[in-house]
């Protein structure tokens, strides 16, 4: 087991409201079906957006209520990327695009070498003009964090404007990862857990997020 590093650990937002660790509590369960945690992933995705989007720039626009006229605020979505690391982060697109449906989306395609544990990339798609976006990067589970490292390497090569980085799960060894590598990406989790096994999964975790998605384990 090894200890989590207090900056990066600072660096990290954890989602505890009662409502994302109930839904988490049901998906962990092995004996979830693959509709209920598909489902409770769509869920938990939708409400651990809130927090992520706290801080979005807002801007003034003018609007007529049937009453006044009213200056009120607005967020521009299209300028932000859902950026989903190949194929559990698409679990999670549905829930955020339901509370933020003008987002672009983008996709990253990387695998687990299975001896080294190394990201490697298989498919990267991004929209236009990214230097003008804001990027969340969306994977369930932030596990050794060499794919989500290499998944942020690549996306800087396009200079956008900031990266947020949003996972259900965790644990030490992916917090740490991630920011040695990139201390400037804000970490938002559901859970961190308390380690990784010699395979990479996260203890005690959920398992497969993939399999568990897709049905097909
Ligand atoms: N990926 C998963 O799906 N689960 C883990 O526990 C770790 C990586």
Do not use: W
């Not at 939708?46 to 992520?52: A, N, Q, T």
């Amino acid at each position: 087991m090894i200890a989590l590093d207090p900056a990066a650990r600072a660096n990290t937002t954890v989602i505890n409201h009662p409502l994302v660790q109930h839904k988490l509590t049901l998906m962990r369960k092995k004996e979830a079906s693959t509709n209920s945690f598909r489902r409770l992933l769509n869920e938990l995705a939708g409400l651990m957006i809130y927090e992520v989007c706290r801080d979005m720039p807002l801007q003034d626009v003018q609007i007529e209520t049937p009453l006044e006229t009213m200056t009120s605020q607005v967020i521009d979505g299209k300028k932000l990327v859902f950026a989903s690391i190949l194929r559990a982060g698409n679990g999670i697109l549905d829930g955020i695009l339901n509370v933020v449906p003008g987002a672009r989306v983008g996709h990253v395609g990387l695998y687990r070498d299975p001896n080294t544990l190394q990201a490697v990339e298989y498919y990267f798609k991004m929209p236009k003009n990214m230097e003008e976006r804001d990027v969340i990067i969306v994977d369930p589970m932030l596990a050794t964090g060499n794919s989500a490292a290499a998944a942020v390497a690549r996306l800087k090569q396009c200079k956008p404007k900031s990266i947020k980085f949003l996972c259900l799960l965790t644990c030490p060894e992916g917090i740490n990862t991630l920011y040695k590598e990139h201390p400037d990406v804000p970490v938002f989790t559901a859970a961190i857990d308390r380690e990784l096994n010699d395979h990479g999964y996260i203890l005690p975790g959920l398992g497969d997020a993939g399999d568990r998605i897709f049905g097909t384990q």
